[in-house]
């Protein structure tokens, strides 16, 4: 089993739906992160957080809210789909402290989303 | 901010032969740690290489070496004896030493190998 799964592998859906992506992780890291890939704009954070209690904002966060929901759970929602949030959506996990300071982060598989 | 620049949108070479990705970053940290990321067609992102800025030792994987110039904010990825299986996406990502784990990603290299 993937230490880091993300639901749905893909989605097609219309403009104004609300959709959620849901990550889930077994290596027990506090840290998770969602990103959104883009052609030739390579991965923007979106959203981060250092444990459940702690969530931030990262550098595209507009249009999209998130959830921790336990340690293992990230899910991020688009309230209201618009055309320009297709994309590839990628959540991301690391170990905290001193010692994940060279660690890298740890991917799911990615959701792709098409807002038609 | 950070930035990271990929100038090569695209690259080949020629199965067995070597292949040099360039990567370029603009910080005003001293401490700081870089990554090679590859991203073939299942989507995954795996961790290729990595580098931490206080070492002048450049980093080794197999058949990957990075040239880190730290004074010219480069970070290079040469791929040696390149193999079919190395066709994918590779993105540079930087990450300052306080950061909380955060990366800032270039816009990636896609590489072709043809056979």
């Known amino acids: 089993d993937a230490d880091v799964t993300q639901t749905p592998r893909n989605r097609i859906t219309k403009t104004g739906k609300r959709i959620m992506l849901e990550c889930s992780q077994t290596?027990?890291?506090?840290?998770m992160y969602w990103y959104r890939q883009d052609p030739g704009l390579g991965l923007r954070l979106i959203y981060y957080?250092?444990?459940?209690?702690?969530?931030n904002k990262g550098e595209i966060s507009d249009g999209y809210s998130v959830s921790r929901q336990a340690q293992a759970k990230f899910s991020l929602s688009l309230e209201s789909a618009i055309p320009n949030q297709t994309a590839l959506y990628f959540c991301?996990?690391?170990?905290?402290?001193?010692?994940?300071?060279?660690?890298?982060?740890?991917f799911g598989d990615g959701t792709r989303l098409s807002i038609l | 901010a950070q930035t990271v620049t990929q100038s090569q949108p695209e690259m080949s070479v020629q199965e067995a032969e070597t292949v040099t990705l360039s990567c370029t970053y603009d910080?005003?940290?001293?401490?700081?740690?870089l990554f090679w990321y590859k991203q073939p067609p299942s989507r995954q992102m795996i961790l290729v290489i990595r580098?931490?800025?206080?070492?002048?030792q450049n980093a080794t994987e197999n058949r990957f070496s990075v040239n880190f110039q730290k004074a010219a904010k480069s970070f290079s990825l040469k791929i040696s004896d390149s193999q079919l299986g190395d066709a994918a996406m590779y993105f540079c990502?930087?990450?300052?030493?306080?950061?909380?784990?955060?990366?800032?990603f270039g816009g990636g290299t896609r590489l072709m190998v043809k056979p």
């Open positions: 991301a996990t690391s170990e905290s402290g001193t010692g994940g300071l060279n660690q890298p982060q740890h």
């Open positions: 290596k027990g890291h506090d840290r």
């Open positions: 957080s250092f444990d459940v209690k702690d969530i």
């Open positions: 910080t005003s940290e001293s401490d700081y740690y």
């Open positions: 580098q931490e800025a206080y070492k002048q």
């Open positions: 990502a930087y990450r300052a030493y306080n950061a909380g784990n955060m990366l800032t």
